[in-house]
């Protein structure tokens, strides 16, 4: 019996320590669960860019897209302007830290087919890192959060398309 309660009474220290961990972790931003669902339209319906607040940048990597009529085709529906058939599909990177991104980035995703356009949310050091290295597809960015992340050097790459939407 003695030993049942110190197995029990492990288990729950256990637990414990874990819940502190991610408590932590979570708090300061090292740990995130899912998407920013906070922001995004729960319909599901397309969401025009005169819907969201404030003005944006997309980062495409002309290293992957070096076709010229594709990355016209692609300039073109992230302006907003009409567009012709565009047969690959993208990733579209997001910083956690910027819901007005995401919420772009939706909204976008919303105008293309469906699976076309995939969001892959991460921290801001990571899309930064993936950014400066070549290793991105697309990005959206607020134009608030380039700033405060000090990411402006990423704008003059010479391997970035760099839309002002």
């Not at 637990?15 to 932590?24: E, H, K, M, T």
């Not at 594709?70 to 073109?76: C, F, N, S, Y």
């Not at 993208?90 to 995703?109: K, N, T």
């Amino acid at each position: 019996m003695e030993l049942f309660k110190r197995t029990i009474f492990r288990i729950i220290a256990l637990v414990i320590v874990c819940a502190a961990v991610v408590g932590i972790l979570t708090a300061t931003g090292h740990l995130s669960f899912g998407s920013v669902d906070a922001v995004s339209k729960a319909t599901g319906e397309i969401i025009s860019r005169d819907e969201v607040d404030g003005t944006f940048t997309v980062l495409i990597n002309k290293d992957l897209h070096k076709d010229a009529e594709t990355l016209t085709e692609w300039e073109k529906f992230f302006r907003g302007e009409p567009y012709g058939f565009i047969f690959e599909d993208i990733i579209c990177y997001v910083s956690s830290s910027d819901p007005a991104g995401f919420e772009m980035a939706q909204g976008l995703r919303s105008r293309l087919p469906e699976n076309q356009m995939e969001l892959k949310v991460i921290t801001a050091p990571m899309i930064a890192d993936k950014l400066r290295h070549g290793v991105f597809d697309t990005a959206v960015f607020s134009d608030n959060t380039i700033k405060q992340l000090g990411m402006e050097d990423i704008l003059t790459m010479p391997n970035v398309d760099v839309l002002h939407i």
